[in-house]
């Protein structure tokens, strides 16, 4: 018999009944328990079809492969096909964290009008604030170098009240809304208000000397993220 009249023997293994064999060996035992399991899952009559497509390298229906994946999807890492939607911009992103222009009161210390009572005269948006809650602007000198009289801060408000010792805050204690920095008290439940300034004196004494406070007693802290001074022109 002619040789080139013999039928070819090679048979072809498609792409996707590799895909399917490999996907296959790797979930058996965790995402069905056997053959027949699958076959049933697939819509097969017979737990043998899967036997053939495995051991024999039948091809398989690539309807049937699509099947298997996205029922098996959590197990393989494919996401189930959703339509896609409008994914709209976190309005705060898009907007910055609200600026509200509350003044400080004619005393030692500084001492700010209640933010609640304050409309946003603007917002504020530059990288490394997204996380932030509102700003405020500083009045006063008793954190001088650190923040400038005028500058604007960029507040997180910390609402488990876990203090960083050295950090410096914006608290609302008592009557009192100030910038400070806080550093360990002597006990637990306290810390102690530092101002940076200690160069400015009322007589013999320093302007802006630290002092304790509970914590307990803080109604709100907030850590200074970031600061804009203003500009000298």
Same mark, same amino acid.
Request: contains cysteine.
């Given at each position: 018999?002619?040789?080139? $009249?013999?039928? +070819?023997?090679?048979?072809?293994?498609? /792409?996707?009944? $590799?895909?399917?064999?490999? $996907?296959?060996?790797?979930?058996?035992?965790?995402?069905?328990?056997?053959?027949?399991?699958?076959?049933?899952? $697939?819509?097969?009559?017979?737990?043998?079809?899967?036997?053939?497509?495995?051991?024999?390298?039948? +091809?398989?229906?690539?309807?049937?492969?699509?099947?298997?994946?996205?029922?098996?999807?959590?197990?393989?890492?494919?996401?189930?096909?959703?339509?896609?939607?409008?994914?709209?911009?976190?309005?705060?992103?898009?907007?910055?964290? *609200?600026? &509200?222009?509350?003044?400080?009161?004619?005393?030692?210390?500084?001492?700010? %009008?209640?933010? %609640?009572?304050?409309? /946003?005269?603007?917002?504020?948006?530059? =990288?490394?604030?997204?996380?932030?809650?509102?700003?405020? /602007?500083?009045?006063? @000198?008793?954190?001088? /170098?650190?923040?400038?009289?005028?500058?604007?801060?960029?507040?997180?408000?910390? @609402?488990?009240?876990?203090?960083? *010792?050295?950090?410096?805050?914006?608290?609302?204690?008592?009557?009192?809304?100030?910038?400070?920095?806080?550093?360990?008290?002597?006990?637990?439940?306290?810390?102690?208000?530092?101002?940076?300034? %200690?160069?400015?004196?009322?007589?013999?004494?320093?302007? &802006?000397? =630290?002092?304790?406070?509970?914590?307990?007693?803080?109604?709100?802290?907030?850590?200074?993220?970031?600061? @804009?001074?203003? @500009? %000298?022109?």
């Amino acid at each position: 018999m002619d040789e080139s $009249l013999k039928p +070819n023997k090679i048979k072809t293994v498609r /792409p996707e009944t $590799l895909e399917f064999i490999i $996907l296959y060996t790797q979930l058996k035992g965790r995402a069905f328990s056997g053959n027949a399991q699958l076959a049933e899952a $697939l819509g097969y009559n017979s737990a043998s079809t899967i036997t053939e497509i495995v051991k024999s390298r039948q +091809n398989i229906d690539p309807e049937k492969l699509k099947i298997f994946k996205e029922i098996y999807a959590d197990y393989i890492g494919v996401k189930k096909s959703t339509p896609v939607e409008e994914v709209k911009p976190d309005r705060k992103l898009k907007e910055g964290i *609200p600026m &509200y222009e509350v003044i400080a009161t004619a005393s030692g210390v500084e001492v700010y %009008n209640d933010i %609640n009572d304050a409309q /946003p005269v603007g917002h504020m948006n530059f =990288p490394g604030i997204e996380d932030c809650d509102f700003a405020l /602007p500083v009045w006063g @000198h008793s954190m001088y /170098p650190y923040l400038e009289n005028g500058c604007w801060v960029a507040l997180k408000i910390i @609402h488990d009240r876990k203090i960083l *010792p050295g950090e410096v805050y914006y608290i609302e204690w008592g009557d009192y809304r100030m910038y400070k920095r806080l550093l360990a008290g002597d006990s637990p439940d306290e810390v102690i208000a530092h101002s940076d300034n %200690n160069t400015e004196m009322s007589g013999t004494r320093l302007k &802006y000397a =630290p002092f304790p406070i509970k914590i307990e007693e803080i109604k709100k802290l907030c850590l200074v993220k970031d600061i @804009h001074k203003k @500009h %000298n022109h």
